[in-house]
């Protein structure tokens, strides 16, 4: 997820010998590059549908992670906010470099922007800030109880810390580096994880290589060792989803995206060779990530580096998809409702995980004698009578996804734009 919107980047105007220049390439120098907020949006809505079905035990498969090794196309969210944070990263700093600033004040631009966004997911994390459901072993807990209850086993990171993280880490190890020392920091550390997850033995078990979903491994042992088992996601019993180890790779991710937008912003070359030189990069590192599955399984939960070059890889050629659509042919008539999600994200990622906590977990109704989420009512009272099963989780997934792309028009209308 980018946590600014993409500085204007004005693709270059046909050489003026040129007898054959559309009218619309002509105006697109003077535009910004909207396949990338729209590459954004598609994102966003896509994580909004995969985050909110009606029931989570009614899924179709494409809409569920894969259990561990492997991937489906709902796995191909996370690694695009990251690449995309890398490319905006990038434009982002470059064109601050380029009015004037100093490197000093770049540096803290990026601290101080990843740190903001580790804050906010922790502040999400904990919302409501106290313990909703009761306090374990404390009948009349009061509110004091829950209180510190929810701080105690408050989940340290997730996926804005990630991003936040990410992105600090990512932004400081590229700023105002050369192309060539980039490149050999991405190895660096696609190679060095590589070797963490498979020659380092996990301290006090001798298990060597992440393999085994329910194993003690390197990556549970630190996120238990430093974080403490409080404070770990609550649906897993050794490790973080978006742990400490594997941040290595999402890390990675986001250079990806660093060297990404180095080649989109170079604007010496014709946008559509820009284009093609994206693409056939991102179907190289598809190629090459399915290549080293066979050795390093792609697996999201640990961001193998696997994982990481696959899924750079697909979002490379997704988003020269958009640019060739968008920028070279001028097919913008679908682009409208991915604009509207694109340049707000941190808005739809933040209000519609406050929403979904409140319906899915805090507030509840009374249903057939008992007190339920009101989520759940309203699906089994409204979706469920209408379609199949799998079918009404679905609807109630794209209802929240239209819920909030009305929400989202109302700010977009007025130009409010959330930014970090």
Same mark, same amino acid.
């Given at each position: 997820?980018?946590?600014?919107?993409?500085?204007?980047?004005?693709?270059?105007?046909?050489?003026?010998?040129?007898?054959?220049?559309?009218?619309?390439?002509?105006?697109?120098?003077?535009?910004?590059?909207?396949?990338?907020?729209?590459?954004?949006?598609?994102?966003?809505?896509?994580?909004?549908?995969? &985050?909110?079905?009606?029931?989570?035990?009614?899924?179709?498969?494409?809409?569920?992670h894969a259990p561990w090794h492997g991937w489906t196309p709902t796995d191909l969210i996370f690694p695009f906010f990251l690449f995309i944070v890398g490319i905006? #990263?990038?434009?982002?700093?470059?064109?601050?470099?380029?009015?004037?600033?100093?490197?000093?004040?770049?540096?803290?631009?990026?601290?101080?922007?990843?740190?903001?966004?580790?804050?906010?997911?922790?502040?999400?994390?904990?919302?409501?800030?106290?313990?909703? &459901?009761?306090?374990?072993?404390?009948? &009349?807990?009061?509110?004091?109880?829950?209180?510190?209850?929810?701080?105690?086993?408050?989940?340290?990171?997730?996926?804005?810390?990630?991003?936040?993280?990410?992105?600090?880490?990512?932004?400081?190890?590229?700023?105002?580096?050369?192309?060539?020392? #980039?490149?050999?920091?991405?190895?660096?550390?696609?190679?060095?994880?590589?070797?963490?997850?498979?020659?380092?033995?996990?301290?006090?078990?001798?298990? #060597?290589?992440?393999?085994?979903?329910?194993?003690?491994?390197?990556?549970?042992?630190?996120?238990?060792?430093?974080?403490?088992?409080?404070?770990?996601?609550?649906? #897993?019993?050794?490790?973080?989803?978006?742990?400490?180890?594997?941040?290595?790779?999402?890390?990675?991710?986001?250079?990806?995206?660093?060297?990404?937008?180095?080649?989109?912003?170079?604007?010496?070359?014709?946008?559509?060779?820009?284009?093609?030189?994206?693409?056939?990069?991102?179907?190289?590192?598809?190629?090459?990530?399915?290549?080293?599955?066979?050795?390093?399984?792609? &697996?999201?939960?640990?961001?193998?580096?696997?994982?990481?070059?696959?899924?750079?890889?697909?979002?490379?050629?997704?988003?020269?998809?958009?640019?060739?659509?968008?920028?070279?042919?001028?097919?913008?008539a679908w682009t409208g409702p991915f604009l509207v999600y694109g340049m707000n994200p941190i808005l739809a990622f933040v209000g519609s995980g406050i929403m979904?906590?409140?319906?899915?977990?805090?507030?509840?109704?009374?249903?057939?004698?008992?007190?339920?989420?009101?989520?759940?009512?309203?699906?089994?009272?409204?979706?469920?009578?209408?379609?199949?099963?799998?079918?009404?989780?679905?609807?109630?997934?794209?209802?929240?996804?239209?819920?909030?792309?009305?929400?989202?028009?109302?700010?977009?209308?007025?130009?409010?734009?959330?930014?970090?």
């Open positions: 997820m980018a946590t600014t919107l993409a500085p204007p980047i004005p693709a270059p105007a046909h050489d003026a010998g040129e007898p054959d220049v559309p009218a619309h390439s002509k105006q697109r120098a003077r535009e910004r590059l909207k396949s990338l907020d729209v590459f954004r949006g598609m994102t966003v809505a896509g994580m909004l549908l995969v &985050n909110n079905p009606g029931t989570w035990s009614a899924i179709y498969e494409p809409l569920e905006t #990263t990038h434009l982002s700093l470059t064109e601050r470099a380029a009015r004037g600033d100093s490197v000093a004040a770049l540096r803290m631009q990026v601290i101080r922007r990843g740190l903001t966004i580790v804050l906010i997911g922790m502040a999400l994390s904990a919302f409501p800030f106290y313990q909703w &459901n009761g306090v374990p072993g404390t009948p &009349n807990a009061g509110l004091w109880d829950k209180i510190i209850y929810r701080v105690a086993h408050l989940r340290v990171l997730g996926v804005l810390p990630r991003i936040g993280w990410s992105y600090l880490i990512a932004g400081l190890l590229t700023l105002q580096a050369p192309l060539k020392r #980039t490149v050999l920091m991405l190895v660096a550390l696609l190679y060095g994880y590589w070797a963490l997850l498979t020659l380092v033995p996990t301290p006090g078990t001798g298990i #060597t290589g992440e393999i085994d979903v329910g194993a003690l491994t390197l990556q549970a042992w630190l996120d238990q060792l430093v974080l403490g088992a409080d404070h770990i996601y609550a649906g #897993t019993k050794y490790w973080d989803p978006e742990g400490i180890l594997s941040t290595l790779g999402a890390v990675a991710s986001v250079i990806t995206g660093v060297l990404a937008g180095r080649w989109i912003a170079s604007r010496e070359r014709p946008l559509i060779e820009r284009v093609a030189g994206l693409f056939g990069a991102g179907a190289i590192a598809a190629v090459v990530g399915l290549c080293w599955h066979w050795s390093l399984p792609i &697996n999201k939960n640990l961001w193998t580096p696997s994982y990481v070059v696959f899924m750079s890889g697909m979002g490379a050629m997704s988003l020269a998809t958009c640019m060739w659509l968008i920028e070279e042919l001028d097919v913008t979904a906590r409140c319906i899915y977990t805090i507030f509840t109704a009374e249903w057939h004698g008992k007190a339920v989420p009101v989520q759940k009512v309203i699906f089994e009272s409204v979706f469920l009578p209408l379609l199949p099963v799998k079918d009404a989780s679905l609807l109630f997934a794209a209802t929240f996804v239209l819920t909030w792309f009305g929400i989202l028009s109302v700010f977009h209308r007025k130009r409010w734009f959330l930014k970090v």
